[in-house]
Structure formats: C-alpha cells, structure tokens
C-alpha cells in the first residue's frame, strides 16, 4: 500500500514557479514509478510528467516540456514537480501517482493539489 499527500499548489500569476511535492508513505516507494497527473475542468485528467524507479529517466507530456522538471528522493518517500514560466492553460489540479508505467497510470492517487495561473 502507499499513501500519496501533494502540496506546494497555489495561486501564481504567468511567468511564475511553483514547486509541488508529493510525500509517500509505505516501504515500496523506491521501487515504483513515479507520477504527477493533471485535470483542468471539463477535461480528461492527463499525464505530465513520470520518473523512474532510480530517478534516472523521466518523461514529460509535450506542452511542458523544457518548463517542468519531475524528480524524486527516495530517501524521504518524496517526488517533486518544479513548475517555472507556468501559463494559464497550466491551471488544473494536479495529482501525484505511484506504482503505474510509461503507458498506465498506478493504482495509488493523492487527494490532489489546485494550481491556478492569473495571465
């Protein structure tokens, strides 16, 4: 079992940053892949991006590619989601997500943190 809590979210004007963390509980956190997923009203939740078991390799959906930077601290249970030049469109909640591949998402969601960017 692993328990996700993000935080870190916010209000921020464009061309702001804004860094989310995602605490894990539970002993396997090491051992899967990481995630942080998005959901903008009256939209499909999306994938942003992904981080490996070791933290070597990442993926980013395209339109935040070069803007968001996933990493993780697997000796604090920790993912992070560093978010520089952030845009309106930007605005969703964002969930962090445990245990899934480059394809599915896992099966452990967090309760989700609201990011909002003023233009």
């Known amino acids: 079992q692993v328990q996700l809590v993000e935080s870190g979210g916010g209000l921020v004007q464009a061309g702001g940053s804004l860094r989310l963390s995602c605490a894990a509980s539970?002993?396997?956190?090491?051992?899967?892949?990481m995630g942080w997923f998005r959901q903008a009203p009256g939209k499909e939740r999306e994938s942003v991006a992904l981080i490996n078991r070791s933290g070597g390799t990442t993926y980013y959906e395209r339109s935040v590619k070069g803007r968001f930077t996933i990493s993780r601290d697997n000796a604090r249970n920790t993912v992070y989601l560093q978010m520089n030049s952030l845009k309106p469109e930007d605005t969703a909640v964002y969930y962090c997500n445990a245990g899934g591949s480059v394809s599915v998402p896992g099966n452990y969601w967090g309760q989700g943190t609201q990011v909002t960017v003023s233009s």
């Open positions: 539970g002993r396997t956190f090491s051992s899967v892949m």
